[in-house]
């Protein structure tokens, strides 16, 4: 087995949304910099972005301002999100947006040259070759890009993150590369629950499949401060595919109707806004309604035109193409009936809701030289796809600030033979021909857990502390088991990775879940034993801190502070 | 099986150790068959149906597919891409036979047949 050992001033873990965006602002402030991409697929069409977009859904608007946008994201979140962190995003919206246009991004415009709004954060674009647009961006800048290697674990000197550890998926090599700061910006995670689709459909899920938690997990193995896992990510999708339903509701304002035809949110959810009410009501409500029997439930886009199905069409052909022949396979026009919807596995991103790294406003985390960006990094929830840019634009700012006064740290033989041995494991036990779990099983081991403890759809994503205890308790055997897994292949030990960071991901959810007593977030995170919002004791966020030593996950909160006045329950 | 490959149009990038579909899939599902160099999906269950690889094909070789729990036999979604490489046509076929056309503006980049990985030799992609 080979060793590749590399050293980098800037290391940017995951070249998606966020790492190309950090890459090339990184080189453009500092030419002399090297800046290195460790990408576990090929940053061309990985991530979140390889199908593409078909609308920036976080922009400022004519008349809209960051503390408008803030003010929007506070109530979409139920009153509790880092302003700062909003603040400081929304910002950077038009410089990351201006900047992706002028690398070849198709923006509709009007015939004056404005970009046609959908709504007031949000703009339509031909995004179907969004990734590979800034991908091509962050290799003109001259960032090194490492292709098919996946991270596994960070280097850490002296309480400093010195850069991480993985392998070649494709060459089978162990990189060790050093780095003076590190940017994490890997996504996600899905996988984590029993996906809505079986079979050959089990990867046909709204989040990429491919987004497991890699982030999350080494920052929990390092010791890092992570934040708000309990706001997990359910969202309202169509029926089958799981297509965004953004592109409907929005693109021909479609409200939800239930199986009698009755608009139940303008009817039950008006107080906070009816079909506009906070995104995990609008999951909570047809939730509501399937469970009381009054499914299945629907958006109601009968009103529009052939043109406008059209047009519905086109859209999802930039973003989302087997929606399209979803509707021709099963002889379904969207202007004649209405489209059917349902609510999503479980989803930890913190890109829509605000599970992550525990940052400040630069973007740092609580461990010195790792900077989060994206869908990783917590507090600041509705970034989607231009607020991953602007973080990635804020960490690599403050990470480019970092490096000149730190040089590279020494690593001990002893870590890298460890970490070594951890990761390679699995291929031993098949090359020794060992008895073991394969990686597919322990998944399902895992989503079977989650699934039936932890807050599946099964249970109506319900949670209560008895359940949650048994899901503690049966996920806590499960790092024991990790030595057991067995990989045919460098494909399979990706794989086996996965699973175990997702594990790690799972264990501090199930924790999060269970120190938050109230519904903050119904549909999200449903509690039956405290079924309200408490402001008075929770109107704060849940952090947690994993003992790299112990093992023992500490649980803590953190104040929350109000920056933008106004009722934090108003979208305006 | 949400991809399939037309065997008679695929030519393998002529020889190509690494071809755009090998490369652009998010989820590393494509692999060429050691054995006989063909490309082939490891595990299609694993397939996100983003389509990528269906979109940088040079021969249109590879065709995606709803899983059959999904959607019904013979629905067909087709893209074509524009040579001047700013356009992508979406032929949709629905279980009827009739086809439907989508012209949408794009800005593919171009693709190289094939790309050196360093480090590594042709014979150490399949493991």
């Not at chain 1, 499960?478 to 794989?495: N, V």
């Not at chain 1, 030593?549 to 953190?558: A, H, L």
Request: glycine residues 8%; hydrophobic residues 35%; negative net charge.
């Amino acid at each position: 087995m080979e060793k590749n050992v590399i050293e980098t001033d800037v290391l940017i873990i995951g070249g998606g949304t966020a790492g190309c965006l950090a890459a090339v602002e990184l080189k453009e402030l500092y030419p002399n910099l090297s800046v290195t991409i460790m990408e576990k697929a090929h940053v061309d069409r990985s991530g979140c972005l390889a199908g593409g977009m078909n609308a920036i859904n976080a922009y400022l608007n004519p008349g809209e301002t960051p503390e408008s946008f803030t003010k929007y994201v506070r109530f979409d979140s139920c009153g509790l999100v880092r302003e700062d962190l909003v603040l400081s995003m929304s910002e950077l919206f038009e410089y990351t947006v201006k900047k992706v246009e002028k690398w070849g991004l198709p923006i509709l415009c009007d015939e004056k040259g404005n970009y046609v709004p959908r709504g007031r954060w949000n703009i339509k674009i031909n995004g179907e070759s969004l990734k590979p647009i800034i991908a091509k961006a962050a290799k003109n800048a001259g960032a090194k890009i490492l292709n098919w290697v996946t991270a596994t674990n960070f280097l850490i000197s002296d309480g400093r993150i010195a850069g991480a550890m993985g392998f070649g998926i494709r060459n089978g090599n162990f990189f060790i590369v050093k780095a003076k700061a590190t940017i994490i910006a890997t996504g996600g995670a899905a996988g984590i629950y029993k996906p809505n689709n079986a079979h050959d459909a089990q990867h046909k899920t709204w989040y990429s499949p491919y987004n497991t938690g890699a982030g999350y997990a080494m920052g929990i193995r390092a010791g890092a401060e992570m934040t708000s896992f309990e706001m997990r990510y359910i969202g309202l999708r169509v029926k089958d595919t799981i297509a965004p339903t953004g592109t409907i509701a929005l693109g021909v304002g479609a409200p939800q109707i239930n199986s009698k035809g009755e608009k139940f949110m303008a009817a039950k959810y008006a107080h906070i806004g009816g079909d506009g009410a906070p995104t995990p009501y609008r999951s909570h409500g047809p939730l509501q309604e399937i469970k009381e029997g009054r499914g299945p439930v629907y958006l109601d886009t009968r009103h529009i035109t052939s043109q406008q199905a059209r047009d519905l069409k086109s859209a999802f052909l930039d973003m989302y193409p087997s929606m399209v022949l979803y509707w021709a396979a099963n002889e379904i026009d969207p202007s004649k009936e209405p489209v059917e919807v349902q609510t999503t596995e479980p989803y930890i991103v913190g890109g829509h809701t605000q599970s992550g790294y525990w940052v400040d406003v630069n973007r740092k985390t609580s461990i010195d030289g790792l900077y989060a960006a994206g869908d990783v990094s917590g507090g600041a929830p509705y970034k989607f796809v231009s607020g991953c840019w602007a973080e990635g634009v804020i960490a690599a700012r403050a990470a480019g600030e970092y490096v000149q006064k730190v040089g590279f740290a020494e690593i001990e033989d002893e870590i890298l033979k460890a970490e070594q041995e951890r990761v390679f494991n699995p291929l031993l036990n098949h090359t020794h021909k060992k008895d073991g779990i394969n990686h597919y099983d322990m998944e399902v081991r895992m989503q079977k857990i989650m699934e039936e403890y932890a807050g599946g759809a099964a249970t109506f994503y319900e949670v209560n502390e008895e359940r949650l205890q048994v899901a503690r308790r049966r996920l806590s055997t499960m790092p024991d088991q990790f030595q057991y897994l067995i990989a045919e292949d460098l494909h399979e030990l990706m794989k086996a990775h996965e699973v175990i960071d997702r594990v790690y991901v799972a264990q501090v959810l199930v924790e999060h879940m269970m120190y938050r007593k109230e519904t903050r977030w119904p549909g999200y995170c449903t509690r039956t034993d405290f079924t309200e919002l408490d402001d008075t004791n929770w109107l704060k966020f849940v952090n947690s801190r994993r003992d790299p030593e112990t093992g023992n996950i500490e649980m803590f909160t953190r104040p929350y502070e109000q920056i933008v006045p106004g009722d934090r329950y108003k979208p305006r | 099986m949400p991809v399939i490959i037309h065997t008679d149009k695929c030519n393998e990038c002529h020889g190509s150790t690494n071809p755009p579909c090998v490369r652009m899939c998010p989820g590393d599902l494509w692999m060429k068959d050691p054995k006989t160099g063909k490309i082939l999906m490891r595990n299609p269950s694993d397939c996100w149906d983003c389509l990528p690889c269906v979109k940088v094909c040079p021969q249109e070789a590879i065709e995606f597919r709803l899983s059959y729990q999904l959607g019904f036999q013979t629905a067909r979604l087709l893209p074509h891409i524009h040579d001047t490489r700013d356009f992508i046509t979406w032929e949709l076929i629905d279980t009827k036979g009739n086809i439907d056309k989508f012209t949408i503006r794009t800005k593919i980049l171009p693709v190289e047949l094939d790309e050196k990985i360093e480090g590594v030799t042709p014979d150490q992609y399949a493991i």
